[in-house]
């Protein structure tokens, strides 16, 4: 459920975060201050968002806060954890693992920690994957590396099969997923099978997902990373761009149904003059066409920098898009298509064009962490740790409003969050790239004066 809809009818959402049970086992967390049992944050985040509800005598819908609790439900010298990476790769996620085996041995004492092996998969004895007990000491320097040292893969299993290895192979009390929204429907599907078994498993997932388009929440890892690394890969198709005759930089970054990828790579690089994304449709025939427009740059300009989201334009291809493992759509190729499309126009105008096309998705999934993010990968294994032992379950750790928070399973995974063509970022995004004075057709029909060498390398 978007957030529009439940401030419109607060009643109708139960956003508190299930528990196990009563906790009554005191903490050992030392240093550190304990959350109260009501601390909540209010979704309700303007002054007019809460009158109105107010007026209509609605309680104000939030989120509990998380943190350390004073009592636990678990006792620390008697929990077994599991821990599983799932999905496609992403900076941090060996920073995650890293985080929880701390927290967990340091923190709370707790010594059997097994890492699940390939995904949901290892929880599939017809696999053959035997899970790895994991020590301070054997995720030492995990996070210098990239990748996850678990491995990771695509797909459902099947969660009878699952939770028989949970509970009565690895005997845990805790399973900590690691993914996207394919993986936190797998969690569901656990919590589902482990609540009609009356079992006592808490599930808590950690979001992974480097196009940041899970709901109700800011910010997954590897997200910055990612933004970092893209647009340093942008800079260089703007030299190469640059280098040539009517050069073009075309940039493919990941982004299935959601541009933030291709948006604040673009803002950071400050040399993309086109930036392409699914929230926006795109017409490639006309005056106010793509085609149109990049006459228009090359009018005036002797190269231009594109940058498009992996999800963009899927209207424009006859076929019909396939899924993958995880349920995820496989989404055409609108990189290749776009450079055979602008090819074959400035072809047919007796104008000359060089592209450069750069597709950086899988390098920039799997480089390490940068600074900001490994930083939020340890703050979101701590509190991880801190919600699963006080008994939560069926619920991610995201940070919402620039807190921490435990929203329950199904609101993230129910909607995907999306860039809103009439909001602050992809107004920045326009004003960045001045892509819309191209587009027009009347901005760039008068003519303008020669410009200097310097100048054209802008």
Avoid at 356 to 383: G, H, T, V
């Amino acid at each position: 459920m978007h957030l529009s809809q439940i401030l419109a009818n607060p009643k109708g959402f139960n956003l508190n975060a299930p528990s196990l049970g009563q906790a009554q086992i005191y903490s050992p967390v030392l240093g550190q201050s304990f959350i109260g049992d009501n601390s909540r944050i209010s979704l309700a985040t303007e002054i007019s968002q809460i009158e109105s509800l107010t007026s209509r005598n609605e309680v104000i819908p939030s989120l509990e806060v998380a943190g350390p609790h004073q009592k636990l439900l678990y006792d620390p010298a008697q929990t077994r954890v599991a821990i599983v990476t799932c999905g496609g790769l992403c900076p941090g996620l060996n920073n995650v693992i890293k985080g929880l085996v701390e927290v967990l041995t340091f923190d709370y004492g707790v010594r059997m920690i097994f890492g699940i092996r390939y995904g949901y998969r290892g929880l599939n004895p017809r696999y053959g994957l035997t899970a790895m007990r994991l020590t301070p000491d054997n995720v030492d320097e995990i996070h210098e590396v990239g990748g996850t040292i678990l491995g990771s893969s695509r797909g459902d299993q099947d969660p009878k099969v699952m939770v028989d290895t949970l509970s009565m192979q690895l005997n845990v009390n805790i399973l900590f997923c690691i993914g996207g929204d394919g993986t936190l429907r797998g969690a569901q599907d656990i919590v589902k099978e482990i609540t009609k078994r009356k079992d006592h498993i808490s599930v808590v997932c950690i979001p992974k997902t480097i196009d940041n388009d899970l709901n109700l929440i800011d910010r997954t890892f590897g997200f910055e990373t990612c933004v970092q690394s893209a647009a340093e890969i942008i800079k260089s198709a703007h030299v190469e761009a640059n280098g040539i005759p009517d050069g073009l930089g075309l940039v493919k970054v990941m982004g299935r149904d959601s541009g933030f990828i291709a948006a604040h790579a673009s803002l950071a690089s400050s040399v993309t003059n086109f930036c392409i994304i699914p929230e926006i449709p795109i017409m490639l025939e006309g005056r106010e066409g793509l085609f149109s427009a990049l006459e228009r740059r090359y009018r005036h300009k002797n190269h231009a920098v594109m940058v498009v989201a992996e999800g963009a334009g899927q209207d424009l291809f006859d076929t019909k898009a396939t899924k993958d493992a995880s349920g995820n759509v496989l989404k055409h190729d609108i990189g290749l298509f776009l450079m055979d499309k602008i090819n074959a126009h400035f072809k047919n105008s007796k104008k000359e064009i060089n592209i450069k096309y750069i597709d950086p998705s899988y390098i920039i999934r799997s480089i390490p962490a940068n600074s900001s993010d490994a930083i939020f990968c340890f703050q979101l294994a701590e509190n991880a740790v801190h919600a699963a032992m006080a008994g939560k379950t069926d619920i991610v750790i995201g940070s919402f409003n620039g807190t921490f928070v435990l929203v329950p399973v199904s609101y993230v995974v129910n909607e995907r969050k999306k860039i809103n063509p009439e909001g602050a970022l992809w107004h920045a995004v326009v004003g960045s790239t001045r892509q819309n004075d191209y587009f027009s057709t009347h901005s760039y029909e008068r003519e303008l004066p020669n410009r200097s060498a310097a100048e054209d390398w802008y």
